[in-house]
Structure formats: C-alpha cells, structure tokens
Nanobody
Framework: VQLVESGGGLVRPGEFLRLACAVS????????MHWVRQAPGKGLEWVST????????VMLDSVKGRFTISTDNAKNMLFLQMNYLNVEDTALYYC???????????????WGQGAQVTVSA
C-alpha cells in the first residue's frame, strides 16, 4: 500500500487548504482511512476517520465544523478540506489506512510521508 499526500503549504490564519492523498495498493472505498497530524515538538494527534460503506466520519473536537474528510472512490483518493485554519493547526499531516483483522478495523497499517501545513500571520 502506498499513500502520497499533497496540498500542504503556508497560509494565514482564517484561510483554507485542501489536502489530498493518492492511494495505491488498496481500495479507499473499502478501507478505514485516517488523517493524523504532528505539530512541531509534539506527538501524533488523530484528526479524522472515515469508515467504508457506511458514509460515516468522525473528527477531532477542535476541528469540528472547520475540517471535512471525504473520499473519491473513482480516483481512489482521500481528502481533508481545512477551513478557517489557525496557528494551532500547524503540523505535518499524515494520510493513513487502518488495519483489518477480518472482523474489525483497528490501528494504522499504512502511512503516507506527510504534508506540511503551516499557519502563520
């Protein structure tokens, strides 16, 4: 499985960015997909998950109402639309795919290389 993020950059507070993750070796429409971020000097922080088949997603409380996770199954891509960014959103954002044990999705099985998002005035 290969995950390749794109769309990061330097923006000002209040601006928008859209991260994209191109997936190969797995079907994004049949997988639990995640966005995870790591701010400078801090540990990994889960941001969002989208579950296959049920059209359900969950978001970190601090990004609810600002970020939206979605997939394009035809293009096999994962997205994170980030609106009204603030300096606390500055981080390296990773696209990730969950692991499947035959009954449940759990943890992270595959990671992308990360896309840097920097929010600064």
């Amino acid at each position: 499985v290969q995950l390749v993020e794109s769309g990061g950059g330097l923006v000002r507070p209040g601006e928008f960015l859209r991260l994209a993750c191109a997936v190969s070796g797995a079907n994004v429409g049949q997988s639990a997909m995640h966005w995870v971020r790591q701010a400078p000097g801090k540990g990994l922080e889960w941001v969002s998950t989208i579950w296959p088949y049920v059209s359900r997603s969950v978001m970190l409380d601090s990004v609810k109402g600002r970020f939206t996770i979605s997939t394009d199954n035809a293009k096999n891509m994962l997205f994170l639309q980030m609106n009204y960014l603030n300096v606390e959103d500055t981080a390296l954002y990773y696209c990730a795919k969950g692991s499947w044990d035959g009954n449940n999705w759990y943890g992270i099985g595959s990671w992308g290389q990360g896309a840097q998002v920097t929010v600064s005035a």
